[in-house]
């Protein structure tokens, strides 16, 4: 495949924060960026050289961004399916419609991924009504989880009895769901996969991942795991790239189970919120792979060069004003990433900061005093 090189013109579907970091390490290597997104103030828009405001199925729109781009990607996986396979008839596009297609729909992910011969939560796929009308016992107590666009865990409904099953798909809409057994988790970890090719494939170091409401809170890097699962992750994660034929960064989610167990809980066609320490710890960061590998460029070095810990920073901690962010920047161990959204609101992902330290101990006592004084 054939590389392309600064200047050329990168396109992304997407103007959020995922959008914005690819833009950024997009430009600083030379590149030129144009963002597909609808909002007249988004993230990414504001530091590219071009943004497009459009829906994601404006055809006009994308055969714009098609024909002045060397190569489209997308920061998210809610893009119609449609829409990558139009950019994919004129365009370079990574990864592939096909992926994607399979990464937004938690039925056929969970099918993907267990046909590949990899561990998943024991689930059932609900279509309709129809589909709860046999023993469910062995998925309980579980998750209702819509099969699509859910996220930071919305779309997700708790459930114990095969009556709360049937209440929580008609309060979800009848939309197709899965029901997943719930685990009893020792922890949750991620691999970040950047593959180019099937002989170009990297991955970042195990991250280990504390969710709050649903929501990322602190992801710890490298993940305090035993060396087997840290492997074991990657293997999976590495396996399951190759399944896929993956060109681009893949995320892959883990729960470790309190029996030693590993399964593969969701992916992500897309870099990741847990990925977000690379900005600072590694020599190319996430996004840095992004374009790397949508370029056909070898994935860059994924080592570790200190232990870190990231601190997501959601809109909660906007009250009547700004955060005190004097705390985060006094602090010589903390690098503070901001997304320039316009509004804060609860729950919202408004930036995050990593803290480095020279163990993963330090790091994370840094980060929790850091995180305390911020509330
Ligand atoms: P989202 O797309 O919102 O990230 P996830 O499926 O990753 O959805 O679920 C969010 C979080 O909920 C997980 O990170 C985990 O903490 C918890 N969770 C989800 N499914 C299960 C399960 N089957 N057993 C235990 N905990 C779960
Ligand atoms: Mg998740």
Redesign the pocket.
């Known amino acids: 495949m054939a590389h392309i090189l600064p200047p050329a013109m990168l396109g992304i579907l997407g103007g959020g924060q995922l959008g914005r970091m690819f833009a950024m390490a997009a430009r600083s290597m030379g590149y030129r960026v144009t963002v597909l997104d609808p909002d007249v103030q988004s993230p990414a828009g504001s530091v590219a050289d071009r943004h497009i405001r459009a829906a994601y199925d404006d055809e006009g729109a994308l055969e714009d961004l098609a024909s002045g781009c060397a190569a489209v990607t997308t920061e998210f996986e809610n893009v119609p399916a449609d829409s990558l396979r139009f950019l994919e008839s004129r365009t370079r596009v990574s990864p592939s419609s096909a992926c994607v297609a399979i990464a937004q729909d938690r039925i056929l992910e969970k099918r993907y991924i267990a046909g590949a011969g990899l561990a998943v ?1 024991p689930f059932l796929a609900v279509d309709a009504p129809q589909d709860l009308a046999g023993d469910l016992a062995p998925l309980l107590p ?2 209702l ?1 819509t099969a699509r666009f ?5 779309g ?1 409904v708790r459930v114990a009895t095969p009556e709360d099953v049937h209440g929580a798909f008609e309060a979800l809409g009848c939309r197709p769901c899965v029901l ?4 009893d ?1 020792e922890t ?1 970890i991620s691999v970040i996969v950047a593959r180019t090719s099937a002989e170009l494939v990297r991955t970042f170091p195990v991250a280990e ?1 504390r ?1 709050e409401a ?1 929501i990322l809170d602190v992801s710890i890097v490298p993940a305090r795991v035993t060396p087997d699962i840290a492997a074991r992750a990657c293997e999976m994660a590495c396996a399951l790239a190759e399944a896929m034929d993956y060109i681009g960064v893949l995320a892959v ?1 883990f ?1 470790v189970l309190e029996e030693g167990g590993l399964v593969i ?2 992916i992500a066609p897309r870099p990741h919120n847990s990925g977000h320490h690379t900005l600072d710890a590694c020599a190319v960061s996430q996004f840095g792979q992004q374009v790397r590998t949508l370029c056909g460029l070898p994935p860059a070095d994924t080592r570790l060069l200190s232990p870190v810990v990231m601190v997501n920073l959601l809109g909660d901690i906007w009250r009547d004003d700004e955060p005190a962010w004097d705390l985060v920047l006094s602090e010589p161990a903390a690098v503070l990433h901001l997304y320039g959204k316009a509004s804060a609101r609860a729950g919202r992902k408004m930036g995050h900061f990593n803290v480095l330290a020279e163990t993963v101990d330090a790091a994370l006592e840094k980060a929790e005093a850091l995180k305390r004084a911020l509330r």
């Not at 859910?150 to 919305?154: L, T």
Request: without cysteine; charged residues 40%; glycine residues 18%.
């Open positions: 939560a579980g998750i989880k859910g996220y930071d865990g919305k997700q997943e057994k719930r685990l988790l949750e991942n969710h649903g989610e729960f809980n969701e």
